[in-house]
C-alpha cells in the first residue's frame, strides 16, 4: 500500500502570463487537490517562488516535479516534507468591536495565541495570528462564541532547512 504524505512544492519561475494556469493544470490532470498555494518574488530579482501545498504519495509529487520542470518558464522545482522546511501560515480575524471592551476574556484569547491586535474601529477589531494551521485554527475556535465577522488565512510560507541552490542552477542555466 503506497503511503500518502504532506508535500511542499517550491517552484522557481520567471513572471509570465499563464504560468499559474499551466502549473495548477499539471496537477488538475495528476488528480491532485492543492491544499494552500503561494507566489510571491523571491531571494533572487526578477524570479517568483510558488509554495504549493499537497497531500499525495512520493512517487508521484516526483512525476509532478519533473513535469513541472519542463515548463520553459520554471527553473527549477522541489519538493519537501514538513520536517525538511520551516513553514507558517499567517491569519487576519475581524472581530466585533464589543466584543473586545466587553469581554476581559477576549483579550485573555489574543495574548495567549501570541496574537496581535492591529487595528480597530467602532464597528469591529482586527487581529492578526502568524503560525502553524492549528494555531490559527485553534484562535478561529476560541474567537467564534465572540462574533467572528470576517477570517482569512495564507497560504503556507516556508523556508527549507538546507540550502536549496537555486542560486547555483541560476548561474549553470546562463
Known amino acids: 500500500m503506497k503511503k500518502v504524505k504532506k508535500f511542499t512544492v517550491s517552484i522557481y ?6 504560468l499559474l494556469n499551466r502549473i495548477s493544470a499539471i496537477f488538475l490532470k495528476r488528480h491532485l487537490s492543492i491544499d494552500s498555494i503561494n507566489s510571491s518574488p523571491c531571494e533572487i530579482e526578477d524570479i517568483f517562488r510558488f509554495v504549493i501545498v499537497l497531500k499525495t504519495e512520493e512517487e508521484l ?7 513541472l520542470e519542463k515548463q ?16 507558517q501560515e499567517s491569519a487576519l480575524y475581524k472581530v466585533k468591536t464589543e466584543a473586545l471592551f466587553q469581554k476581559k476574556k477576549v483579550h485573555t484569547i489574543i495574548k495567549n495565541s501570541h496574537a496581535s491586535i492591529v487595528m480597530v474601529s467602532p464597528e469591529y477589531f482586527v487581529i492578526e495570528k502568524t503560525g ?14 465572540f462574533g467572528i465577522l470576517q477570517f482569512v488565512r495564507s497560504g503556507r510560507i516556508s523556508v527549507t532547512k538546507e540550502p536549496m541552490r537555486i542560486t547555483e542552477i541560476l548561474e549553470k542555466n546562463k
Not at 519561475?13 to 499563464?18: H, I, K
Not at 527553473?75 to 525538511?84: G, L
Open 13 to 18: 519561475t520567471e513572471n509570465n502570463l499563464g
Open 61 to 67: 509529487i516526483k512525476k509532478v516535479i519533473t513535469q
Open 72 to 87: 520553459v518558464e520554471v527553473i527549477a522545482a522541489f519538493y519537501h516534507t514538513d520536517v525538511e522546511t520551516i513553514f
Open 132 to 145: 502553524k494551521r492549528e494555531e490559527t485554527e485553534k484562535l478561529y475556535t476560541d474567537l467564534a462564541p
